[in-house]
């Protein structure tokens, strides 16, 4: 038989519940507008049931609140994630990649390519109507000046955004490292306060509000499960061990978090020709092992940022190892077998057999056609017979494979239309070599001769005069790339120019024929013997502005329309990609709100259902008291 005051005890339970679900209603109003907060809700079950020896058997004794939980589905947590990485991967491919295509574009206010170089060619027009004019002459060279030095801008423009790119990969791997020890701390104190029967819901909510911090950097994944008790595996013991992946490896182990640093690359570990110095690999520092950015099936912003700064779109070195000394690895097979496409740097790393070798220098052999049929590269490490051995036959390639058109690719790409271009200006300009091997010599009646009677050197070199010559015999022989002496036209050797080191970024004119015009030669050795004022020579380079093939397939004049093109393809794609998946984050936002936010109607209904419920329940208190009342006081004699 239950106690006389036991519907008291009823009521109290109601009143007590009601009590904390106004409580809990009004902490979910309070944070409708806290960012990462979700909505939180009391549970509640009946009391256990109270025997009594009556006919019905057990008799309810009220409600009892379980505890406050917060409303989160790990399923839309997840969809979230996953789709923030993608976000994350393409907003900021589309923010380097809309800077880049500024880079080339050109309009009223921004004189770009087409317009120099159409300038150019009109001053060589004008040229080769008065090829002894002083003042024509210095036009055409100013405007040629003008067309290295829009390269040279171009390239510091790229430069400059790879630094750029560099500096925030770090920022990056701090933000990686503050959210990775932030996590753990939460994960221990979530941990100490469920322990102890409660529930850190707030607490929670920062971790996961962090990790949705951290899907927009790298490819998140999350794994909680339960700590059980080694005695007793039914028992719950209210911990949880929490593991942070980030791209496929840990980097919360529940209280425990890894670090990331960022390490400089050394100069002979450069993996394109034109990288900056110093550019930063990503490492753990628990061991010092390479952390991946880039594995195919992720996305964030720091994948992207690698893809930008390193993208070369896969068109780095790939051959065969066909010999190998203690020093020394010789490839042949080669993917690249033009002078001018080589975009090796002069020191780099070289990737076979899982293996990493770096090289200070390197050698390459041509066949009769100027074709690269071999190279050898001059390694700092000392090879055993058996390494050598376990080389031969192995695939080869220079620096990384980054498949994606970043800046190195744009640089190999100016690189090439400025080796082609600059070749084939200086071969006319200059002609066939004189031959001072025999006596008398034999003077050459197609060398270019300027208006001094003076041989014409090369007109574009390399400014800085950086590695860009080596002796006439190198078309039947052997290069060394540590052979190179760069010299300009104010040089008196004689040299067959290889134009593998000429970059935008140090292509120019010869300083003496920039201060001298009429150095600049219109017409060869044979006219100008005759004493013609003749413009030949400027014929010949005519066909250079779009008749004579040189970049692509196509003229000089359809460089900017195809790196104009990559750049604008890959600029659309990221921005229809950005706009898709910024509208599924908006779906997937909705589908989350729709469980775990706060709505301030829903909440309205909840309070003043709640608080129904409350005074229904201090209403039956006020009933039993006038029961009790009556019990007590007016019953009996």
């Given at each position: 038989?239950?106690?006389?005051?036991?519907?008291?005890?009823?009521?109290?339970?109601?009143?007590n519940?009601?009590?904390?679900q106004?409580?809990?209603?009004?902490n979910?109003?309070?944070?409708v507008n806290?960012?990462?907060?979700?909505?939180q809700?009391?549970?509640?079950?009946?009391?256990?049931a109270?025997?009594?020896?009556?006919?019905?058997?057990?008799?309810?004794t009220?409600?009892e609140?379980?505890?406050?939980?917060?409303?989160?589905d790990?399923?839309?947590?997840?969809?979230?994630?996953?789709?923030?990485?993608?976000l994350?991967?393409?907003?900021?491919?589309?923010y380097?990649m809309?800077?880049?295509?500024?880079?080339?574009?050109?309009?009223?206010?921004?004189a770009?390519?087409?317009?120099?170089?159409?300038?150019?060619?009109?001053?060589m027009?004008?040229?080769?109507?008065?090829?002894?004019?002083?003042?024509?002459?210095?036009?055409?060279?100013?405007n040629?000046?003008q067309?290295?030095?829009?390269?040279?801008q171009?390239?510091?423009?790229?430069?400059?955004?790879?630094?750029?790119?560099?500096?925030?990969?770090?920022?990056?791997?701090?933000?990686?490292?503050?959210?990775?020890?932030?996590?753990?701390?939460?994960?221990?104190?979530?941990?100490?306060?469920?322990?102890?029967g409660?529930?850190?819901n707030?607490?929670?909510d920062?971790?996961?509000?962090?990790?949705?911090?951290?899907?927009k950097?790298?490819?998140?994944?999350v794994?909680?499960?339960?700590v059980?008790?080694?005695?007793?595996?039914?028992?719950?013991?209210?911990?949880?061990?929490?593991?942070?992946?980030?791209?496929?490896?840990?980097?919360?182990?529940t209280?425990?978090?890894?670090?990331?640093?960022?390490?400089?690359?050394?100069?002979?570990?450069?993996?394109?020709?034109?990288?900056?110095?110093?550019?930063?690999?990503?490492?753990?520092?628990?061991?010092?092992?390479?952390?991946?950015?880039t594995?195919?099936?992720?996305?964030?912003?720091?994948?992207?940022?690698f893809?930008?700064?390193?993208?070369?779109?896969?068109?780095?070195?790939?051959?065969?190892?066909?010999?190998?000394?203690?020093?020394?690895?010789?490839?042949?097979?080669?993917s690249?077998?033009?002078?001018?496409?080589l975009?090796?740097?002069?020191?780099g790393?070289?990737?076979?057999?899982?293996?990493?070798y770096?090289?200070?220098?390197?050698?390459?052999?041509?066949?009769?056609?100027?074709?690269?049929?071999?190279?050898?590269?001059?390694?700092?490490?000392?090879?055993?017979?058996?390494?050598?051995?376990?080389?031969?036959?192995?695939?080869l390639?220079v620096?990384?494979?980054?498949?994606?058109?970043?800046?190195?690719?744009?640089q190999?790409?100016?690189?090439?239309?400025?080796?082609?271009?600059?070749?084939?200006?200086?071969?006319?300009?200059?002609?066939?070599?004189?031959?001072?091997?025999?006596d008398?010599?034999?003077l050459?009646?197609?060398r270019?001769?300027?208006?001094n009677?003076?041989?014409?050197?090369?007109?574009?070199?390399?400014r800085?005069?950086?590695?860009?010559?080596?002796?006439?015999?190198?078309?039947?022989?052997?290069?060394?790339?540590?052979?190179?002496s760069?010299?300009?036209?104010?040089?008196?050797?004689?040299?067959y120019?290889?134009?593998y080191?000429?970059?935008?970024?140090?292509?120019?004119?010869?300083?003496?024929t920039d201060?001298?015009?009429?150095?600049f030669?219109?017409?060869?050795?044979?006219?100008?013997?005759?004493?013609?004022?003749?413009?030949?020579?400027?014929?010949?380079?005519?066909?250079?502005?779009?008749?004579?093939?040189?970049?692509?397939?196509g003229g000089?004049n359809?460089?900017?329309?195809?790196?104009?093109?990559?750049?604008?393809?890959?600029?659309?794609?990221?921005?229809?990609?950005?706009?898709?998946?910024?509208?599924?984050?908006?779906?997937?936002?909705?589908?989350r709100?729709?469980?775990?936010?706060?709505?301030?109607?829903?909440?309205?209904l909840?309070l003043?259902?709640?608080?129904?419920?409350?005074?229904?329940?201090?209403?039956?208190?006020?009933?039993?008291?006038?029961?009790?009342d009556?019990l007590?006081?007016?019953?009996?004699?």
């Amino acid at each position: 038989m239950s106690s006389t005051f036991f519907g008291l005890t009823i009521a109290a339970s109601g009143l007590n519940t009601s009590q904390a679900q106004i409580n809990t209603t009004a902490n979910n109003i309070s944070n409708v507008n806290t960012t990462g907060y979700s909505r939180q809700v009391v549970n509640t079950v009946a009391s256990s049931a109270l025997r009594c020896y009556q006919s019905w058997g057990t008799t309810g004794t009220g409600v009892e609140a379980t505890g406050v939980t917060q409303r989160r589905d790990l399923y839309y947590d997840e969809k979230y994630w996953n789709n923030q990485s993608a976000l994350g991967f393409y907003d900021k491919k589309q923010y380097y990649m809309a800077q880049i295509e500024d880079y080339f574009n050109e309009n009223n206010n921004n004189a770009g390519f087409t317009t120099i170089y159409t300038k150019m060619f009109n001053a060589m027009s004008t040229l080769q109507g008065s090829p002894g004019d002083d003042t024509v002459r210095k036009q055409f060279i100013s405007n040629a000046k003008q067309l290295t030095e829009y390269f040279n801008q171009l390239a510091t423009k790229l430069d400059d955004l790879q630094s750029s790119i560099n500096d925030e990969i770090k920022t990056a791997v701090d933000d990686i490292n503050a959210i990775s020890e932030k996590v753990a701390i939460l994960t221990k104190q979530i941990n100490t306060i469920e322990q102890g029967g409660g529930r850190a819901n707030e607490l929670r909510d920062q971790r996961a509000l962090l990790i949705d911090n951290l899907s927009k950097m790298v490819d998140v994944k999350v794994q909680e499960t339960e700590v059980l008790n080694s005695n007793d595996p039914d028992m719950y013991t209210g911990a949880t061990y929490y593991t942070v992946y980030i791209n496929g490896q840990i980097l919360v182990d529940t209280y425990e978090h890894n670090t990331l640093a960022v390490k400089s690359r050394e100069l002979d570990q450069n993996h394109n020709q034109t990288d900056i110095d110093g550019l930063y690999e990503i490492v753990w520092s628990k061991d010092g092992d390479r952390f991946n950015a880039t594995p195919s099936s992720s996305g964030g912003s720091l994948k992207a940022m690698f893809e930008v700064r390193d993208g070369n779109n896969n068109e780095n070195m790939h051959a065969t190892v066909t010999g190998a000394t203690a020093n020394s690895i010789t490839i042949t097979n080669l993917s690249i077998d033009d002078i001018n496409e080589l975009n090796m740097p002069t020191r780099g790393s070289l990737d076979t057999n899982n293996t990493e070798y770096t090289y200070d220098s390197f050698s390459f052999d041509t066949d009769d056609k100027g074709k690269v049929k071999s190279v050898t590269f001059y390694i700092n490490q000392t090879l055993t017979v058996a390494e050598q051995n376990n080389l031969y036959g192995q695939a080869l390639q220079v620096g990384d494979d980054v498949d994606y058109m970043g800046i190195p690719y744009y640089q190999n790409q100016m690189n090439l239309f400025l080796r082609n271009f600059c070749e084939r200006f200086n071969h006319i300009e200059i002609g066939p070599e004189d031959d001072y091997t025999v006596d008398p010599p034999i003077l050459s009646p197609d060398r270019g001769y300027d208006l001094n009677g003076d041989p014409m050197n090369a007109f574009f070199i390399s400014r800085d005069k950086i590695d860009l010559t080596v002796e006439h015999q190198m078309r039947e022989g052997t290069i060394n790339a540590t052979m190179y002496s760069g010299k300009d036209s104010s040089d008196d050797t004689k040299k067959y120019e290889s134009y593998y080191l000429m970059t935008a970024k140090n292509v120019g004119i010869a300083t003496a024929t920039d201060k001298d015009s009429s150095k600049f030669a219109t017409t060869t050795r044979e006219n100008y013997n005759s004493g013609v004022d003749a413009a030949d020579l400027v014929v010949k380079l005519q066909a250079l502005q779009s008749k004579t093939k040189l970049f692509r397939g196509g003229g000089g004049n359809a460089f900017l329309q195809c790196i104009y093109s990559d750049v604008t393809v890959d600029t659309q794609e990221c921005k229809i990609f950005q706009t898709n998946f910024t509208n599924i984050e908006k779906t997937i936002g909705n589908q989350r709100t729709s469980i775990s936010g706060v709505d301030e109607d829903e909440e309205a209904l909840d309070l003043m259902k709640f608080q129904n419920a409350y005074n229904l329940a201090s209403k039956c208190i006020s009933t039993f008291a006038e029961i009790y009342d009556r019990l007590i006081l007016n019953t009996g004699v």
